[in-house]
C-alpha cells in the first residue's frame, strides 16, 4: 500500500502557492461589506471621489482587530494621478499612507496588515 504523504505534501505546496495571478481569495460577505464600506470612506475623503482606484484589498485580523488594507490611487486637486499608497481602516486605525509617513506607515502595516 502506497502512503499518502508525497500526494498531501503536493496538495500543502500548492495551497501555499496561493493563486499563480496574484488574486487573493474571494472574501466572505461580511468581509465584502466592510471592504466595500470602508472603500466608500476612503472615497469621501479624496479630492475627485469617482478617480479611487483600489488594489490588493483585503480583511486583517492581526493586532486583534478587523482591519481592511490595501492600496489606492486617486487624482489629487491638479488632476495628476498620486500613484498607489497603502491604506488601513478599521477598528484601531484609519490611515493613509501620504497623511501618515512611510516609517509609521511601515510599523502599522507590519502590525495590522502583513501577512
Given at each position: 500500500?502506497?502512503?499518502?504523504?508525497?500526494?498531501?505534501?503536493?496538495?500543502?505546496?500548492m495551497?501555499?502557492?496561493?493563486?499563480?495571478?496574484?488574486?487573493?481569495?474571494?472574501?466572505?460577505?461580511?468581509?465584502?461589506?466592510?471592504?466595500?464600506a470602508k472603500e466608500?470612506?476612503?472615497?469621501?475623503?479624496?479630492?475627485?471621489?469617482?478617480?479611487?482606484?483600489?488594489?490588493?484589498?483585503?480583511?486583517?485580523?492581526?493586532?486583534?482587530t478587523?482591519?481592511?488594507?490595501?492600496?489606492?490611487?486617486?487624482?489629487?486637486?491638479?488632476?495628476?494621478?498620486?500613484?498607489?499608497?497603502?491604506?488601513?481602516?478599521?477598528?484601531?486605525?484609519?490611515?493613509?499612507?501620504?497623511?501618515?509617513?512611510?516609517?509609521?506607515?511601515?510599523?502599522?502595516?507590519?502590525?495590522?496588515?502583513?501577512?
Amino acid at each position: 500500500m502506497r502512503s499518502a504523504a508525497p500526494f498531501a505534501a503536493v496538495i500543502l505546496l500548492m495551497a501555499a502557492c496561493g493563486d499563480p495571478h496574484g488574486y487573493r481569495s474571494r472574501p466572505s460577505e461580511i468581509d465584502a461589506q466592510m471592504i466595500e464600506a470602508k472603500e466608500a470612506q476612503l472615497r469621501s475623503k479624496l479630492k475627485v471621489p469617482d478617480s479611487a482606484r483600489f488594489k490588493d484589498v483585503f480583511v486583517s485580523q492581526l493586532g486583534g482587530t478587523r482591519e481592511v488594507c490595501g492600496r489606492i490611487d486617486a487624482m489629487n486637486s491638479f488632476g495628476a494621478r498620486t500613484g498607489y499608497q497603502r491604506f488601513i481602516m478599521g477598528g484601531a486605525e484609519n490611515v493613509l499612507e501620504s497623511d501618515y509617513g512611510s516609517e509609521l506607515m511601515d510599523e502599522s502595516w507590519g502590525r495590522y496588515c502583513e501577512h
